[in-house]
């Protein structure tokens, strides 16, 4: 769904680009309370892992084809103001070094894919697991069905923003009939990635799972026919290997690499979602090129080699490393100012003996 240049018009982008920094720095703040050192690193993985699997286009209709948005993904993992800026830092290498959605086009790109696939699906999550049994199948359960409702909510909110400023006199009415429909075959796409990727560190981590974090049943106990909470032990410590986030961190890199890699030149060709409805419905006609249409990485391939897989394999594999290297590193510095933020709060008083 990643909207090029020339599809909406200036002033409409220019306020997008507004909504989308002040959210980031909103975000930024935010992602201090969520990050720790476990989930720093893993950050910048789930912003790899995002930007693997979209390369990953799936087909779902006729001639079209769709792909992870990521926003629940990231979200449920490690909580929403950070999913708000792994995805924000998977388009923002998209667009500077793909030439993958437009660079005018950015904080449009970022308010519909990052922002309201993250919010609609966190906050209808987090409403799922307060009403459903606390288990980890309930979380796997509420991600998928929040995953599913993300994606055609952000195809409607494309609709909203190209109806305030689209470039070109179409009708509406049509256009949000198809982003909607085939955005809702997207999501199932979406869901059902979601669902299979949450369980998976669910089974392994659920500690590093941040909607799985305080779901632990509580026993009960009868005391004088009433039932009341039972106490709860001291938790064991866990051993350190237990405890390391490496193994989960080296095996989602290992499977980002082989998906971008290797994987995705058996992707989809079809136009995903958006692109078919604007060469069906006209709202391309005044698309215009990407800024930096002639990069060496443009159109996930890179210049001068001339086997088409070999090419895209490279492309996936740049992609990867740039990306959880830009992640992790906005990341680890967002933690660290947490850090000082706290070590600057103790007082003298708070030190002496």
Known sequence: MHAPDGFI?????????????????????????????????????????????QMLNFP??????????????????VGPFTGILCVSVVLLMQAVLFADGG????????????????????????????VLPRTRRSVTVASLVAALVSVPASALVFTLLYAVGGTADVSIGKVATAMVGVHVLIGIGEAVI???????????RPDLV?????????????VNGELVDAPQAAPEPAPAAARSSRTVWITG?????????FV?????????GLEKV?????????????????????????????????????????????????????????????????????SPADTSV
């Open 103 to 130: 660079l005018t086009a950015l904080g449009v790109n970022i308010t519909d894919m990052a922002i309201v696939t993250t919010v609609v699906a966190y906050a209808l999550f987090r409403g799922l697991v307060t």
């Open 264 to 272: 995705s030149f058996y992707a989809s060709a079809d136009p995903d």
């Open 9 to 53: 018009n200036a002033p409409v982008s220019a306020a997008a680009g507004l909504v989308a920094a002040g959210a980031i720095a909103v975000s930024l703040r935010g992602a201090r309370r969520e990050l720790d050192e476990a989930t720093a690193p893993l950050a910048g993985l789930v912003a790899a892992f995002i930007f693997a699997v």
């Open 278 to 346: 604007a060469t069906d419905h006209g709202i391309d006609q005044k698309a215009e090129e990407h800024a930096i249409a002639d990069s060496p990485l443009a159109d996930y391939g890179v210049e001068d080699v001339d086997d088409a897989r070999l090419s895209g394999g490279l492309a996936g594999v740049i992609g990867v490393g740039v990306t959880v290297v830009a992640g992790t590193g906005v990341f680890w510095a967002v933690r660290r100012r947490r850090t000082g933020d706290a070590a600057d709060a103790v």
């Open 60 to 77: 779902v209709a006729a001639g079209t084809s769709g792909h992870l948005l990521g926003g629940a993904l990231a979200a449920i993992l």
């Open 253 to 261: 890199l290992v499977a980002s690499l082989v998906l971008a890699g």
């Open 194 to 204: 979601t669902a299979l990727t949450v369980g998976a560190v669910i089974a392994v």
């Open 210 to 222: 941040h909607g799985a974090r305080g779901l632990k049943q509580r026993l009960k106990l009868r």
